[in-house]
Structure formats: C-alpha cells, structure tokens
C-alpha cells in the first residue's frame, strides 16, 4: 500500500515509522525541506534504537527508511491509498490541507485526519468526498503506543471505515471503532480524570509522590497522574482540557488552576526540565 503522510512532527514521525515498518511505500509531506529532513531523522533515530534493542537488523532498518520518501508538493501523494494528515491543530490549516488533497489524490483514496479535538466532519466538509473522510487518532509516541482511534463522521462511508481499520491491524495497532464526539473515547475520559487527580493535590493538600503512589497501587494505574501529565506536556494537556470543556461545558474539564499556574512558570514536564517533578 502507499500512505501519504502530511506533517512530519510529533505525531507525522511517529506515523510515518509505523507505516514503513509495516512495509508500505511512505510518501511525508512538510512545508520545508529541512522539516521533511527533520523529520526522517527523527525516524532514522528510532529506528536505530529498535536495532540496538535486538527489535530489527540493520537491514530491516535500511529497508524501512528506503521506503521512505520526503516531498515539500502535495501533489506527490497523488498516487496514495490512505493519507494521513497530523499538521497543527488549527481547524482552518486542516480545512486547506484537506481541500487540496481533494483535488490530487486517487477518488478512492482514503483521507484520514489525525486530529485529537477537531470535529472531523468539519474537516471532512472541506472535500467533495466526505464519505472517504475518516479519523485516525493515534497516541504518543505512536510507534510504541498500539491504540488508534478509528472516527466515523457523519457521512464516512463503511469501506473507508473498514480501510483505516484495517491498515491500522496491518500495521500491528490495536485499532477501535468510535464516532466523531469530543475527545472521542480516550480523551474524553482521561482529560477529566487527570482534572480531577490535579484537584485532590490542593482540595485535599496531597503531595504529587503520594498521589501517584495511590494511583499506580490503588488502582493499578501503569503510571501515576502527575507523572503522566508531566510526559503529556502540562501546556499540551492544557490545550486540550480547554476543547474539551468548550465543546461539552462540564467543570471538571476545564484546566485545573494549578496546571494554569505551571504552564505561566513554563513548568511543562519532561519537555522543560521540570514540571510536577525534576527531570
Ligand atoms: N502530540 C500529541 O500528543 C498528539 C497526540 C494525538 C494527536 N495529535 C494531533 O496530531 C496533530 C499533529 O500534532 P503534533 O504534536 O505532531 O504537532 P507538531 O507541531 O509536532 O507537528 C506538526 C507538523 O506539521 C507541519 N505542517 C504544518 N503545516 C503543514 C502543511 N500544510 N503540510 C505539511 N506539514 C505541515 C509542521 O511543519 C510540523 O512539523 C495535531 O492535530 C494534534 O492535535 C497530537
């Protein structure tokens, strides 16, 4: 198959390595030559990584990076099966870049946004395919993180569904079904969960140590909460606990006080050296 990725970021990067590690023609899009290089460093790096941990030869390395290959023109995804979007999360940049895949890719190309608070309907209202729309939420890092959220919006059609599904299979994911409401299944919840788990620090003066304590043997959590928003990124969980709370208006989704405070100090977690803990 050959997938389209727009975006080599965070999240484009991580994609990009899952499909050529699956064995697909790769084709990433950036805005610059230097971010498409940028961005299959990135790759090259973690690749490496999985050959120093005994997970893949140097020759199956060789081979996944040989199935990549960079473009700055959107044009060159014109031959794609499935593309998969994952720009900035800025609604209108999404919009064009959708209305421009519309115009060069196949009819019968799969579009796939990996947006984590956008309505995908919107996006998909940008093509004059809206039935070959669908949602692909991956998490980070999405070569170690097996679940994808596949989003049916409105008018995606079943087959386009059952491609994004089925591609994520293939690729070794644990894909599941979910439709297009905010924060789909996983951030719907966790968002204010990890709210709630900020509040008790203060309501109930409890340390973050013991609070991710609790969690992890209370309640068998893999990671405590504060530790958990410190790797997420306290401005990224910020971003998000505010769509949230703007599309469904529930308290417990607005960012906590204290994380608004941390995020003004530029404590963000791991990213800055410093968040609920040092790093
Ligand atoms: N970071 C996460 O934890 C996470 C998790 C799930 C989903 N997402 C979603 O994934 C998407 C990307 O997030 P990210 O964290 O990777 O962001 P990022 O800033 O790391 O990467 C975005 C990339 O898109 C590029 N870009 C901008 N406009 C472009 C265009 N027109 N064509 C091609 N590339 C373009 C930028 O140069 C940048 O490299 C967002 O929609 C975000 O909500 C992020």
Redesign the pocket.
Known sequence: MRVGV?????????IAQVAVTAGDEVVG????DE?AE??RATIERYLNRGVDKGRMSDMERDAALGRLSLT?R?GDLADCDLVI??????RA??R??FA?LDRVCRPDAVLA??????SVAEIAEATQRPERVVGM????P?PVLPLVEIVRAPKSSDAAVRTAYEWAERAGKQPVNCNDTPGFIVNRILIPLLNDCVRVLDEADVRPEDMDKAMTNGAGWPMGPCALIDL??VD?HVH?SEALHGKLREERMAPPERLARMQEEGRLGRKSGRGFYEY
Request: hydrophobic share 45%; no cysteine.
């Open positions: 727009v975006g080599l970021g965070t999240m484009g990067a991580g899009r950036e805005v610059s971010l940028r961005g700055t959107l979007e994952a720009v900035l999360e800025e940049l999404k064009e870049v421009e946004t990996n947006t984590s608070a956008l939420h991956f998490f980070n999405a997420i990124g990224v998000a």
